[in-house]
């Protein structure tokens, strides 16, 4: 499935799982309570994705691209986020904890009550973001 264009469709509740979704396009997409678990998402564009409740734990979103998307209570433990782009997106209630956000920009993000506990955030831009009860117990790294 990989550089597909699924832009705009309603995929909530689908089973991703396993799936190797490289470069593909899922902007402007509803995956409400989607699973992509141990998926790879590499370089793909979630840009304005709907992924509350999503669950994408342990799955390859590196150099992916997600400004403006929501993830409000998503599931993103252990994810590989290295270098993806979240400025803007809606994080909040997001389970993030042991997750690599190596030199991930998430610029203007709303964290507000996500969990980064033992995340990686080593050069990790956190400009402007919304900090207010984020949990950043054992997280690696001080963040840009």
Known sequence: MTDQNL??????????SHANMH??????????????????LYCANLQNANLSEANLE???????????????????????LMGAKF??????????????LTGADLAHADLRGANLSHANLVACNLENA???????????????
């Open 130 to 144: 919304l900090l207010d009860d984020t949990n950043f117990t054992g997280a690696i790294g001080k963040p840009l």
């Open 87 to 100: 400025r803007h997106v809606d994080l909040r209630g997001a389970d993030l904890s042991y997750s690599l």
């Open 23 to 40: 470069a593909v396009n899922l902007s402007k997409t509803n995956l409400t309570k989607a699973n992509f678990v141990l998926s790879v």
């Open 58 to 80: 342990n799955a390859n979103l590196t150099a992916a691209t997600l400004n403006h998307a929501i993830l409000s209570s998503a599931n993103l433990k252990g994810a590989y």
């Open 7 to 16: 832009q705009g469709r309603d995929l909530s509740g689908k089973d991703f």
